[in-house]
T-cell receptor, first 113, second 116 residues
Framework: DTEVTQTPKHLVMGMTNKKSLKCEQH?????MYWYKQKAKKPPELMFV???????INESVPSRFSPECPNSSLLNLHLHALQPEDSALYLC????????????FGQGTRLTVV | AQSVTQLGSHVSVSEGALVLLRCNYS??????LFWYVQYPNQGLQLLLK??????LVKGINGFEAEFKKSETSFHLTKPSAHMSDAAEYFC??????????????FGGGTRLMVKP
């Protein structure tokens, strides 16, 4: 199994809503990542979890809150988002933190209205 | 700090023609280098990567890339384009030190169009 599964595939939320994006992998990978991709732009790193601990936060606003409940799961909690946060959110995982391939999920297309 | 530049946001080739997608990086030390492909409304799939060793790297779907340190380049090539190669291609770098994670920094992307 070389899949990273993201749910939901599409999400529309209002600016006052609270929602969560979920990511799951069963490859035994110990590093997991959230990336944000705006239309016609490259992905931008948001967060890195290494061995279930947050190791990197790329100055992401607090309305985005990551959580890693266990080594297979990664969540991104969303609250009070703005329309400009609409984007494709990509989850990725890798076996380690150096010199290993990152596997990406298919993403969650988020629209904030 | 690292950066990646992909020359040409759009490249159009005829089916059967050579594909050449250009990537140059800027880094104080040679980083790890990757090429990813993204089809519409999909995630990213790794085509190939360079970490150490042989500078000519072969990947999936007939793609290959050559790491040229003197030119700080990692251009992607394929001898003969197929219609199914039409997609967005991203060159990416990550630092080659421990605990960096796959902190990928992506280039701006190149959209490859293949004409019949």
């Amino acid at each position: 199994d070389t899949e990273v599964t993201q749910t939901p595939k599409h999400l529309v939320m209002g600016m006052t809503n609270k929602k969560s994006l979920k990511c799951e992998q069963h490859m035994g990978h110990r590093a997991m990542y959230w990336y944000k991709q705006k239309a016609k732009k490259p992905p931008e790193l948001m967060f890195v979890y290494s061995y279930e601990k947050l190791s990197i936060n790329e100055s992401v606003p607090s309305r985005f809150s990551p959580e890693c409940p266990n080594s297979s799961l990664l969540n991104l909690h969303l609250h009070a988002l703005q329309p400009e946060d609409s984007a494709l959110y990509l989850c990725a995982s890798s076996q380690g933190t150096v010199n290993t391939e990152a596997f990406f999920g298919q993403g969650t297309r988020l629209t904030v209205v | 700090a690292q950066s990646v530049t992909q020359l040409g946001s759009h490249v159009s080739v005829s089916e059967g023609a050579l594909v050449l997608l250009r990537c140059n990086y800027s880094s104080s030390v040679p980083p790890y280098l990757f090429w990813y492909v993204q089809y519409p409304n999909q995630g990213l799939q790794l085509l190939l990567k360079y970490t150490t060793g042989a500078t000519l790297v072969k990947g999936i779907n007939g793609f290959e890339a050559e790491f040229k340190k003197s030119e700080t380049s990692f251009h992607l090539t394929k001898p003969s384009a197929h219609m199914s190669d039409a997609a967005e291609y991203f060159c990416a770098v990550s630092p080659n030190y421990n605990n960096a994670g796959n902190m990928l920094t992506f280039g701006g992307g190149t959209r490859l169009m293949v004409k019949p």
